[in-house]
């Protein structure tokens, strides 16, 4: 799911996002409160209809951004208490007020407020976030009046402790809900407590439900927890590392505000049958990326197009029956050399994906 | 490249039709050379541009000094010019010697040796030979030579200089022309000089070029007394060869040069209008008597254009001008876009570009119908008319 804060994909119009494929979009509720604010959108007939986006929609409750971006914000019982960054009055958003604003902007999937901690942290004020959070999942499953139109998923917390997690996904199971997300990741981690929180969640959801791990990611993680059993995600780095001249390409990445760009006339990507790959050198594309808005735009449009083609490339290669050789070939585009981290074997291994065949052998330590 | 006209109207303006090569279609003209940076729409993207209404959409102007800096001429080179570089195989390009919103001709530093501009990369000096291999590498569909553009409030001295300058440079040009070159237009310029004007027009009408660059225009002159200059060049000029101007952008500015006899016209003002949050909604249908509206002038707008940054609009679900067939009237409301505006989200730029653009295009469009029909004179008046209208009445009301 790309990103579209504030009601758009950076760059992007919704007619280029449907060409590229992408079938939902994110919304972020704390943004769109402010701005144009939720009364407004409803008013007008819902975020889909203001900015004319004929496909899916999901916004997030509002509470990462609020403890991510300002200051004195702060997790009561109650809810999240803030400082109004329009005039600095002190403000409560409770597990009902994000629901409300949610069911004002009209999203297909919306997101309970869940008391999310980094997983850097450690100590009691974790047990306490996971509680709270099933705690307030009932109060977000009472406030949602929309639940025959918006599906309200929960979100799993529990640090990287694996007691915790479980008591959560047992917790939110057992409210029967229409999806589920791994949340708290995605925030500074190691990769190998990151997969094996994922694994431990995805093993205990239901079958028959999304799972939507948030904020992930790069490629690479998408691949491995594609392969642990997740469906959903979301990420601002397609669009923002293309602001900053990097190019997704299969290999990893391509930056093109390097020097050596300026005189290559290949593509992008040779592989990659978008616009900006069919018809644009590397050169020209060294000479627009951070002066002009072009640049973003072309480059924002390419590494979209490569994420929803990783999802449509997974998909079909499970659905084929080839979904380890697709792992493997990916893998080996990207570590030539066979170093594969040591995380992605161990990943792998679990989730049942043989790649013995790119990664090199370890050296004995 | 290939130029006939085709009808007249009132004395010099004329409609013509252009096979600029690039472009398999013919252009009518008067027409509109679209703005680019380093080739591109500052804000549309390639794949957007096709929408916009055809063929006139399909000529645009660049100058070699966007790409002062990259990519190299050699990588210009090795990937085939603008057509291949930019992906617009169907578009024709022309490249002139001046860029009117980031590369202002700087007279002070200009010598005998080259012109020089400001730019992004700081003050060049540019000389024909180098300018020459950029439009080799480049490979246009039409060109404009090296010019001294001097301001309006030149000395008589420096005005004459700049047009023996300019001639001698057209000659170097021509020298240097590669022989599967684009179409050469030769650079005009004098100044406020009615003389200077003149006798430039004369020497470069005496050179073997298929068209006429009119530059120093724009460069602080008044509206006023540009119509005697810019007669003093067309009357000179023959006939049967297409006439393009840089520097005057503004509706009432295009209708002067139009009236004077020229065919092709660049404008900042779409650029200007979008960067300002602005979109154009002044009547395409001559047809409708025009109502002007005091409320709007209030706001910064007036029967020209919105501003759609005014609260007002917040919730305003129509479209900038009913009735547009463009993308973003056919897409999006003024209230998304007011939204995008004061969030500062690109796409406000990128669905503000397209519509002004089309908005702007069918102008042209209603000047060419006007000149067909042998009332452009009328057409003129009623338009600046209408323009001026709200502000009589602002006047009144305040």
Request: net charge neutral; with cysteine.
């Amino acid at each position: 799911m790309p990103v579209g804060t504030q009601g758009t994909i950076k760059g992007l119009t919704t007619n280029q996002l449907e060409e590229i494929g992408c079938q939902i979009v994110l919304g972020n509720t704390y943004h769109l409160a402010l701005r144009p604010t939720s009364e407004l959108i409803d008013e007008l007939g819902g975020l889909h209809k203001f900015m004319n986006w004929p496909r899916a929609l999901l916004t997030d409750s509002g509470g990462f951004q609020m403890v991510s971006l300002l200051h004195l914000a702060d997790i009561t019982e109650e809810g999240v208490t803030f400082q109004s960054p329009v005039d600095g009055k002190p403000m409560l958003l409770t597990p009902e007020e994000s629901i409300q604003i949610q069911n004002r902007i009209g999203a297909d999937i919306i997101m309970a407020l869940d008391d999310v901690v980094k997983t850097t942290i450690t100590g009691p004020r974790i047990e306490e976030a996971m509680y709270r959070t099933l705690r307030w999942i009932d109060r977000c499953i009472a406030a949602h009046k929309r639940p025959s139109e918006q599906n309200l998923f929960g979100i799993v917390q529990g640090g990287l402790d694996p007691v915790l997690r479980d008591k959560c996904v047992r917790g939110l199971v057992h409210r029967n809900l229409p999806g589920y997300a791994i949340g708290g990741l995605a925030g500074g981690e190691d990769k190998d407590s990151f997969w094996r929180v994922v694994a431990q969640c995805t093993a205990a959801l239901p079958e028959d439900k999304p799972r939507y791990v948030m904020g992930v990611g790069y490629p690479l993680d998408i691949v491995v927890c594609s392969a642990l059993g997740a469906d959903m995600y979301d990420c601002v780095y397609p669009t923002r590392t293309a602001r900053f001249g990097t190019a997704l390409i299969p290999e990893g990445v391509l930056k093109l505000k390097h020097t050596a760009m300026a005189d290559d006339v290949r593509p992008i990507d040779p592989t990659c049958n978008c616009m900006v790959c069919k018809n644009y050198t590397r050169a020209y594309i060294h000479c627009l990326v951070t002066k002009d808005a072009m640049g973003s735009q072309l480059l924002s449009y390419h590494n979209l197009y490569y994420m929803m083609k990783l999802g449509r490339d997974l998909h079909t290669s499970i659905i084929q029956g080839c979904f380890p050789e697709f792992v493997c070939g990916f893998l080996q585009k990207m570590f030539p050399k066979g170093d594969v981290p040591e995380w992605v074997c161990n990943a792998m291994e679990v989730a049942g994906i043989d790649i013995s065949s790119c990664c090199a052998p370890f050296s004995s330590s | 490249m290939n130029f006939t006209v085709k009808a007249w109207s009132n004395g010099r303006a004329r409609v013509g039709v252009l096979h600029a090569g690039g472009c398999p279609t013919a252009i009518e003209t008067p027409c509109l050379l679209l703005s680019t940076r380093k080739g591109l729409p500052v804000f549309i993207s390639p794949d957007i541009l096709p929408s916009l209404p055809s063929p006139d959409s399909h000529l645009l102007q660049t100058s070699p000094l966007h790409f002062l800096d990259c990519p190299s001429l050699k990588a210009i080179s090795k990937i085939g010019g603008l057509h291949q570089m930019l992906g617009l195989h169907g578009y024709s390009f022309a490249a002139v010697p001046r860029d009117s919103l980031l590369c202002l001709p700087n007279c002070d530093g200009t010598n005998k040796i080259g012109a020089s501009f400001e730019t992004p990369c700081g003050r060049m000096l540019i000389k024909s030979a180098e300018y020459m291999k950029m439009i080799s590498s480049l490979k246009p569909n039409i060109w404009a030579s090296l010019a001294d553009e001097v301001p309006a409030w030149t000395s008589e001295k420096r005005n004459r200089t700049s047009v023996d300058r300019t001639v001698q440079w057209l000659d170097d040009c021509i020298a240097l022309d590669p022989a599967d070159g684009g179409a050469v237009f030769g650079a005009i310029v004098g100044g406020s000089s009615v003389g200077e004007r003149s006798r430039c027009a004369q020497e470069v009408s005496r050179r073997n070029v298929s068209g006429y660059w009119i530059g120093g225009f724009g460069l602080g002159e008044s509206m006023d007394e540009r119509p005697a200059l810019l007669n003093a060049v067309t009357d000179v000029l023959p006939e049967e060869k297409p006439r393009q101007i840089c520097g005057i952008g503004l509706p009432e500015e295009v209708l002067q040069g139009v009236a004077a006899g020229i065919d092709l016209f660049d404008s900042t003002y779409i650029y200007h209008l979008t960067l300002g949050g602005f979109a154009l909604t002044f009547q395409m249908d001559r047809s409708k008597e025009h109502v002007p509206s005091y409320q709007l002038s209030k706001i910064g707008s007036d029967n020209a254009k919105i501003n759609l940054r005014a609260t007002i609009y917040r919730k305003d679900t129509s479209p900038i001008v009913d009735g547009c067939s463009c993308y973003t009237c056919q897409n999006h409301t003024r209230a998304y876009i007011n939204h995008l505006l004061n969030v500062h989200e690109m796409l406000a730029q990128i669905l503000l570009e397209i519509h002004n653009t089309h908005h702007y295009l069918g102008f042209f469009r209603l000047i060419r119908e006007a000149i067909k029909e042998g009332k452009f004179e009328l057409f003129c008046q009623k338009f600046i008319q209408t323009r001026r209208g709200h502000l009589v009445e602002a006047a009144v009301c305040a």
